[in-house]
């Protein structure tokens, strides 16, 4: 499991330099960033055995997608947000060596107009070079990130990454691969949805990657003033967008089902379900919670009103106004697949990133689970 990680930096203006820190050994440093719709994300690692140690991370809410929806481009006030945390970013980078990288962004700049021109002014302002990811592969770097998460008595697993722009769901037969292979036959797909490699394979059902996410989903509904409103037609709206999934229509025995879920969205509904006033990944990654615990906790958040999400101190001032569009998301699909087993994960792209350039590189012990 992913260990803690550090406190990242805020963006500033004009990063100061700091000394590099000492490094005990010659195993080198690989980094991961996730340039997503609402935050810029990044996590510096090394390998350690099957998995990795984080020494250093960075995350920031810039709000790149803002306005997008209305004008179809990434706003001047979003961009100068982006590239001051880009900065620090490539500070970091500097600071600790790393050769080895991952650089990408997703939904916002694959859709806005002026992405590419966007992604060049990066790379000329900051000297990173981003790639615009394909929506599969986004899909894919999640489903690998929570793989240590899977059960092993799984036979159906569903995979869903709320993002700021856009979810992916990914669906798993698993009933093919022995159960002590399971996790590694997920693990496997950094090679692809159908590359397994050696081994007993893991066979996806179908995936899909609706635009629609916390931040987009948000603003498309904005103009409805009533709070309950709001919150049910962009949960039956997200609903709609999944016609075209292969096991959208298909009844799920909760036996041997499970679904492993990774966004904000998702670990603030698990903290406010523990009841956590200050956040602890060691409590949230990996909780089980079940349908009608989640639509307890979204209940709540209704009865509250805008105010009081507000002044909810489980929630916090950087999630308060896109909780209600995730959680619209999150009973859409427990509506459609209620579970007694969902996975919260903190974990994502970046830690998807961080594994596959790792097993590329061989630098990954086997071991056993």
């Keep these: 499991m992913t260990p803690k990680r550090p406190i990242g930096a805020g963006a500033i203006p004009d990063p100061v330099e700091s000394p590099a820190p000492s490094q005990p050994d010659r195993v080198p440093l ?5 340039l997503g719709t609402n935050s810029c994300r990044m996590l510096i690692a090394r390998p350690d055995g099957r998995s990795f140690r984080v020494v250093d991370s960075f995350s920031k809410s810039v709000q790149l997608g803002t306005g997008l929806e209305r ?5 001047r006030a979003a961009i100068y947000r982006t590239i001051q945390a880009l900065r620090v970013c490539r500070q970091k980078l500097r600071r600790h060596g790393v050769t080895r990288m991952r650089l990408v962004a997703t939904e916002a700049c694959r859709r806005a107009e002026n992405g590419a021109e966007f992604m060049r002014r990066v790379e000329r302002e900051t000297g990173l070079a981003l790639d615009v990811i394909a929506t599969e592969e986004e899909a894919r770097l999640a489903v690998i990130s929570c793989a240590p ?3 092993p008595r799984t036979e159906q ?7 700021g722009g856009s979810t ?11 159960e002590g292979e399971r996790k590694r036959a997920i693990m496997r797909m950094h090679m692809g949805f159908q590359h397994s490699g050696a081994g007993p394979a893991a066979r996806v059902v179908d995936w899909i990657s609706v635009p629609l996410g916390v931040a987009t989903l ?3 509904f904005r103009d409805v003033e009533d709070d309950a409103a709001r919150f049910a037609l962009m949960s039956w709206y997200f609903e709609e967008n999944l016609a075209e999934f292969a096991p959208y229509k298909d009844e ?4 041997g089902f499970q679904i492993v879920g990774t966004s904000g969205t998702i670990t603030t509904v698990a903290a406010s379900h523990l009841g956590l006033r200050r956040y602890d990944r060691n409590k949230v990654d990996g909780l089980t919670m079940t349908s009608d615990e989640i639509d307890r906790v979204i209940r709540d958040y209704l009865a509250l009103g805008p105010a009081g999400r507000r002044r909810d101190p489980r929630i916090g001032q950087d999630r308060q106004t896109l909780i209600m569009s995730g ?6 699909l427990l509506r459609c697949w209620p579970t007694d087993r969902l996975s919260v994960a903190d974990r994502g792209l970046r830690e998807g990133m961080l594994y596959a350039q790792m097993a590329a590189d061989g630098v990954l012990t086997e071991g056993e689970d």
């Design 30 to 34: 690989y980094a991961a960033l996730d």
């Design 71 to 75: 004008s179809g481009r990434l706003s």
């Design 149 to 151: 998460l899977v059960n």
């Design 157 to 163: 697993l569903l995979v869903v990454d709320i993002g």
């Design 168 to 178: 992916e769901l990914v669906w798993i037969d698993l009933r093919g691969v022995p």
């Design 218 to 220: 948000r603003e498309q």
């Design 252 to 255: 799920q025995r909760r036996e």
């Design 327 to 332: 959680a619209a998301i999150l009973q859409a």
